[in-house]
């Protein structure tokens, strides 16, 4: 069992910055790429920015040069600081992780999700 955990989420005005943070715990052997996905109200979800674990980061057109994925692979966790919020990032925010986990000796590739915190974006 492998969870992801989210925090950092709540209400900010335009202009402001927000830091969320993605904690993974359980049977862990090793994690991929770690990734930010959102969903805004009536919207599909769609992804936001990615870390592999080794080489380069990749973020949606609409967040460039104000959003900035990073990890620390000793605490198994990934951030998301967003800076110059606008409302039209307002949404829920889910943390989402390729890992190998390892259960007696037994390895499984699972994709898996966290349960989403909500950043809004109004004065």
């Known amino acids: 069992q492998v969870q992801l955990v989210e925090s950092g989420g709540g209400l900010v005005q335009p202009g402001g910055s927000l830091r969320l943070s993605c904690a993974a715990s359980?049977?862990?052997?090793?994690?991929?790429?770690m990734a930010w996905y959102r969903q805004a109200p009536g919207k599909e979800r769609e992804l936001v920015a990615t870390i592999p674990s080794g080489g380069s980061t990749k973020y949606a057109d609409s967040v460039k040069g104000r959003f900035t994925i990073s990890r620390d692979n000793a605490k198994n966790t990934v951030y998301l600081q967003m800076n110059s919020l606008k409302p039209e990032d307002t949404a829920v925010y889910y943390c989402?992780?390729?890992?190998?986990?390892?259960?007696?000796?037994?390895?499984?590739?699972?994709?898996?999700w966290g349960q989403g915190t909500l950043v809004t974006v109004s004065s």
């Open positions: 989402n992780a390729q890992v190998v986990s390892v259960t007696e000796s037994r390895y499984s590739h699972l994709e898996v």
């Open positions: 359980g049977s862990i052997f090793g994690i991929n790429a």
